[in-house]
Structures are given as structure tokens and as C-alpha cells.
């Protein structure tokens, strides 16, 4: 267990992030929504779909296994591009309402457990990683928030990395890769 | 010139920027407020002051340099830890309100100006880096934002960058510096 995680303050992010997501992406030129940083990169609008394909299948659903009484508790692996095929002919105010949705249901969802430090500390096996806590699921839930809120800033960063002319040395967003 | 800049597109950005913000910190516990990723690093907080200042003494001040009849169109250095002092003892919240105030400002200034292809292939001199042309201006401050943005959801991450355990490994903002 680590002192740094407290769920009250992680589910402060987690409800945040549609909000912030409709804010920023919101009726926004589609110029914004689809830059991608080249090729096999996602843009703003991919990375919707990723998040709407993790509530679907990966974070509460693996929360439910941790608490589950299954005694195999390996996680199904996650399909981190699904949302390609998902997400097809759709239009970012719907993906942004459906993300809205489903992310305040997950909330429910966790609030309704009231977890305390014995099932944060309970445990299931990611296909990767091995055995993981329901702690670290939740902090890298909201971490994965963070992550993808930093790569749609970065996508549409780059559309600019000629036009800023020579502040490029001061935008180091500009030259920040996975 | 360049293809890619279009006024009408980094408005929509500008114009965001605030809600986005405030959609993201507003009320947000202290513990993500006041993050940073070690010393001489700035937390959210800090960005928001920054921002301020920004609005305050750089981009629009240094557009009104570029179309002012001035000789002399270089532009006074800006001072990039001045929101140490401005901050101090004022809220997250005063702090939004007063970004969303500024930034609504600073674009109806530049409504105003209905700038066209010459305008923003107008120049001034920064003190760093010479002759830049409003064009270049214009973009920096679209892509400046973005960056303190990512910068934002960085410094928040990087709080969980222990609780997340194994999947560190796939968080890569977890390892971004400038």
C-alpha cells in the first residue's frame, strides 16, 4: 500500500474528465479533432474512443474481477485499438456524450462499492504484468486519464510545430514522444 | 506563410483554454492544485498564474507591438516566474475567474483587429530570437497553452507515478521532461 493514493482524490479526476474533454473538444474545428502526429498515432478523436472502450471493458470490469470471488482472476486483455472500428461514422459530440455517460455510471459504480484499504489492497492478475492491487488499477485508471488528456494537447500541438517559427525551442510539448 | 495556421481555428482553441481549465481544476482537492514534479517545477496552480500573466504582458501586449507604428517593434522580455509573486494567497478558483476574464478579453481584441494575411505576416523582434511574424505569434500562444495544459495533466500524473505499480511501464507521461 502507498500513502500517495487516496480514492477521494482520484475520483476527484475521474469525475472531471469527460467535463474536461467536452470543454476542449467540444464543437471543435475538425482540423483539431482528427490531426493525428503521423502515421499509427491517434487523434483527439481516437483517443475518445479509447476512453469509452476502457469503460466498457477494462477498468470497472477488471475492478469486478479483483472483487470478484472467481478464484482465476486474470484479466481479459485490453484491445487498445478497438475504437477504431467503434468509433466509425460517429461524431465527437456523440463520442463525448457516451464517454460522459458511461464514465458517471463507473463512478456510481465505485462509489457504490465504498471500498476500503482491505479491497484496495485486493488483488487480480493482469495478462502482462502478473498480480496486480485494485490500488494500483484505480491510480493508473486515473493516471490513464491524465496520459491521454496530455496526448490530445500534444497531437494538436504539433499541427503548429513549423507555424510557431523559432519558439519551437520553447515548446518542448513539440518534441515529446511516447 | 504557411499553410497550416488559420485565425479562425486557434480561436476556437484560445477561446476554450479557460473552461477547459476550469472544468479541470475547479474544486479539485488541494493535493492535485499544488503538485509538482519536484523542485523549481510548477503545479497546476502555478500554470494558472503563469497563464495569467501571459494574457497580461505577453501575447496581445506583443500583437499591439507588431501592428503599432513603433520604430522600434521589439517586444520587453517576458518574465516567465512573475505569477510567483502575483498568486500568492489568492485561490484556484480567483485564479480561473480571472484567466477566463482576461483570455475573453484578449480575443475580443482580436476579433477586432479582423486581421488578414498581411497583418499576420507583419513582424516584431523578440528579444531572443529576432524577427518573428505575428503569424508565428499567434500560433505560439495557441500551441503555449496546449503545452501548459499537457504540463497540467503531467504534473498530476506524475503524483501516482509509485501507486501505479507495474503499469508505469504503458504511462509514458510518467517519464516526460522539458
Chains 1, 2 share one sequence.
Request: glycine share 8%; aromatic share 10%.
Amino acid at each position: 500500500m502507498s500513502d500517495g493514493f487516496r480514492l477521494d482524490e482520484a475520483r476527484a479526476l475521474l469525475l472531471r474528465t469527460p467535463r474536461v474533454l467536452e470543454a476542449w473538444l467540444g464543437g471543435l474545428p475538425d482540423a483539431w479533432l482528427h490531426v493525428t502526429e503521423g502515421a499509427s498515432t491517434w487523434s483527439p478523436f481516437d483517443v475518445l474512443g479509447h476512453l469509452i472502450h476502457g469503460e466498457e471493458t477494462d477498468w470497472i470490469p477488471r475492478a469486478r474481477i479483483i472483487l470478484g470471488d472467481a478464484a482465476d482472476k486474470t484479466f481479459p486483455p485490453f484491445d487498445r485499438t478497438a475504437m477504431f472500428e467503434a468509433s466509425r461514422g460517429k461524431s465527437a459530440d456523440v463520442l463525448l456524450e457516451r464517454f460522459a455517460t458511461l464514465r458517471a455510471e463507473s463512478v456510481r459504480t465505485l462509489d457504490g462499492w465504498t471500498l476500503g484499504d482491505a479491497d484496495l489492497a485486493r488483488r487480480g492478475v493482469h495478462p502482462a504484468f502478473g498480480e496486480v492491487t485494485l490500488r494500483q488499477l484505480l491510480a493508473t485508471w486515473t493516471a490513464h486519464d491524465l496520459g491521454h488528456l496530455a496526448q490530445v494537447a500534444r497531437a494538436m500541438a504539433k499541427r503548429y510545430r513549423e507555424e510557431v517559427g523559432p519558439w519551437r525551442a520553447y515548446l518542448s510539448l513539440m518534441d515529446w514522444k511516447d
